[in-house]
């Protein structure tokens, strides 16, 4: 069993950064990738990026990448994923998860994943 408890959203303005924290609690969190998907309203659950557990590798939605960079403190059983250059349209709902999957293709599905916290609102004003 698994709990995330993700932080650090807010509101900012166009072009701020923003460092999000997902904390897990539960055993063996270094076995398992973990996800950050959003979700803005009447929309889809969308993937943005993830780390995998086995060797560190990370994944990002191509609209993100240079923008966001994901990486995990294991010993502090802690995920961030810092955001860089933030757009209105990076408002919505963030949501990190918990997967025992490693493989691209794998990370990207959200039914791919076991665990997941509560989210954490992210606004970006123009």
């Known amino acids: 069993q698994v709990q995330l408890v993700e932080s650090g959203g807010g509101l900012v303005q166009a072009g701020d950064s923003l460092r999000l924290s997902c904390a897990a609690s539960g055993r063996a969190f270094s076995r398992y990738s973990v996800g950050w998907f959003r979700q803005a309203p009447g929309k889809e659950r969308y993937f943005v990026a993830a780390?995998?557990?086995?060797?560190?590798?990370?994944y990002y939605a191509e609209s993100m990448k240079g923008r966001f960079t994901v990486s995990r403190n294991n010993a502090q059983n802690t995920v961030y994923l810092q955001m860089n250059s933030l757009k209105p349209e990076d408002t919505a709902l963030y949501y990190c998860a918990a997967s025992v999957r490693y493989r691209y293709s794998d990370m990207q599905r959200p039914d791919e994943y076991t665990y997941w916290g509560q989210g954490t609102q992210v606004t970006v004003s123009s």
């Open positions: 780390i995998g557990w086995t060797d560190g590798s990370t």
